[in-house]
């Protein structure tokens, strides 16, 4: 899945977290009655089950983003398995529901890697618009690099916005409110990636 069927609807997408930003941004997105997807890495679930919790009781979609953040095209497939597998114990256990969305690491998924992620029943979460704050969130110009990531809204092409929420991207989380406020001043409409293609 990398983008959103349905004309003018954007999923937003978080990435890299649960931390002690994601209540931040949580309280953002409640604000704005927004629902977005948060594909977590297990090792954060494992710290944070209580984030992670209340996203999911907020009605915010959980996928998968592996256990530790690996480039899965350089492992094995019994490693593969493990990091999903890993994931998906540490999101059972804060939110009894196992995620049927993952999003590859860095978006690294070839045949191989997708066929198994699709036998363990997992769909594949990409994307197609990235505001690269995971490369300028140590840079002074940071969120305005990130807002400029935007200046193209207009085009009216429904997406799969991908951003981070782990310690490193607080910049990214200043930002969601000026996004939000840009979908819509557009007429978009912003759901989960599940939502946006359908699947509820």
């Given at each position: ?182 979908l819509r001043s557009k007429g978009f409409k912003m759901s989960t990636a599940a939502e946006c293609v359908g699947d509820k």
């Amino acid at each position: 899945i990398y983008g959103c069927p349905s004309e003018r609807t954007w999923a937003l997408t978080f990435d890299d977290g649960p931390s002690n930003f994601t209540i931040e941004l949580l309280n953002i997105l409640d604000k704005a009655n927004v629902k977005a997807t948060f594909c977590v890495m297990g090792a954060h679930a494992k710290q944070y089950p209580e984030i992670i919790k209340r996203a999911y009781d907020a009605g915010h979609q959980i996928a998968s983003h592996t256990y530790s953040h690996p480039h899965l095209m350089s492992l094995s497939n019994e490693k593969i398995v493990y990091e999903v597998k890993a994931t998906e114990e540490a999101i059972q256990a804060a939110i009894g529901v196992k995620p049927r969305y993952i999003r590859p690491p860095y978006g690294e998924a070839d045949a191989r890697v997708k066929s198994i992620l699709k036998k363990m029943g997992y769909k594949t979460l990409m994307w197609n618009v990235d505001p690269t704050d995971y490369n300028v969130h140590m840079l002074k110009d940071g969120a305005q690099r990130i807002q400029r990531a935007f200046d193209d809204i207009a085009s009216g092409k429904p997406s799969t916005l991908n951003a981070h929420n782990d310690n490193l991207y607080q910049t990214s989380i200043g930002q969601v409110p000026k996004i939000i406020e840009a979908l819509r001043s557009k007429g978009f409409k912003m759901s989960t990636a599940a939502e946006c293609v359908g699947d509820k």
